[in-house]
């Protein structure tokens, strides 16, 4: 199974920037897309904060838009998560994770989570 890690987090005071990235053991730019999330509090359902699909295009959750921003380098297996005008509210474990195929097709769910890097943002 395509192992993917994150890195990338840290301490940053509000308004500060920080990019994270996501590799993969294998390649994971060809499938059903990769997605960043977030889990703010441990136990909670992890949110979505941006993701790519196969044709470059990309979503965002609301909270993200005009601030993250979300990429690939097919060339390194990675995809990126700027993150730009940190919140105290952005504090969270982020995880990247991959587009699931059923059936051979893209079910729009995305599993085989990284194990997360931890943002902390402070006012």
């Known amino acids: 199974q395509v192992r993917l890690t994150e890195s990338g987090g840290g301490s940053v005071q509000a308004g500060g920037a920080l990019k994270l990235s996501c590799t993969g053991s294998?390649?994971?730019?060809?499938?059903?897309?990769v997605g960043w999330y977030r889990r703010q509090t441990p136990g909670n359902e992890r949110e979505v904060v941006a993701v790519i699909h196969r044709d470059d295009t990309t979503d965002y959750g609301a909270f993200a838009r005009g601030r993250f921003t979300i990429s690939q380098d097919r060339s390194k297996n990675t995809v990126y998560l700027q993150m730009n005008s940190l919140k105290p509210t952005d504090t969270a474990t982020y995880f990247c994770?991959?587009?699931?195929?059923?059936?051979?097709?893209?079910?729009?769910?995305?599993?085989?989570w990284g194990q997360g890097t931890q943002v902390t943002v402070s006012s």
């Open positions: 294998e390649d994971i730019l060809s499938g059903c897309g």
């Open positions: 994770a991959q587009g699931l195929q059923y059936d051979g097709r893209c079910s729009g769910e995305y599993g085989n």
